[in-house]
């Protein structure tokens, strides 16, 4: 029987204490269409990742590459929900953002996301995929500390929601060289897993930031 999925990156806790997250209300450009790595024309759902462009507006961001540290890897925070979406002529909170909502010049319509910050939390995931080489608590648990990244494994794609689905590659250590992520203990409920299969959840915090004082840069990308 496989495991239960729980959608994206779910907040679990505050590193300093604190269990209520704290949120920023954002926006999309009008008519924006999610085109990333593994994740292209899907809506954009509660437990994506975003960045913030210099244009002030949210996008999804890239799943990390090998050796770099590029803008566009570089997380915002997780989308927690949609105030505010045209739709049908009408504006009004959505659970998910529908790709290429144009709202145009009328920013009283304008497509408007809450995001929790990445910095500061830790966060639960679901691995992607299976592996000979992490199927007992033990590998699990071996991997604590290592730095990894996600990817995303796109879902309802014949569906009025296809989803972008960020997962937790299981490929983990300093030899991938992708430090996006780092995973720092097993998620909620690991004993009721079946390790054998996908989504298995693991506590993660981000590595590849966008907000100060990590960053200094001038420019967002």
Known sequence: ?????????RFLKNRWGGDTPETYTGFFASGYTPNVTGA????????????MMDSGAFQ??????LDDDDANERTFGIVSGF???LINDDVRPNAYYPTGTVYGTNLN??????VIPVEG???EIDTATTSSSFDTKAEFQAAIGSVARFTYTQINTTTSNPKANPMLELNFGESTVVRQLR?????RGFEQYDLTLANVPLQVVFNQV???PWRTAGSNE
């Open 121 to 123: 939390a830790v966060w």
């Open 109 to 114: 319509s304008q497509t408007l996301v809450q």
């Open 1 to 9: 029987m496989a495991n239960p999925h729980r959608y994206g990156f």
């Open 210 to 212: 966008q907000a100060s």
């Open 60 to 65: 999804l961001v890239e799943p990390g590459e």
């Open 40 to 51: 292209t024309t899907c809506n954009v759902n509660i437990g994506d990742p975003v960045r």
């Open 183 to 187: 995973v720092v203990g097993l998620g």
């Open 83 to 85: 105030p505010q979406v």
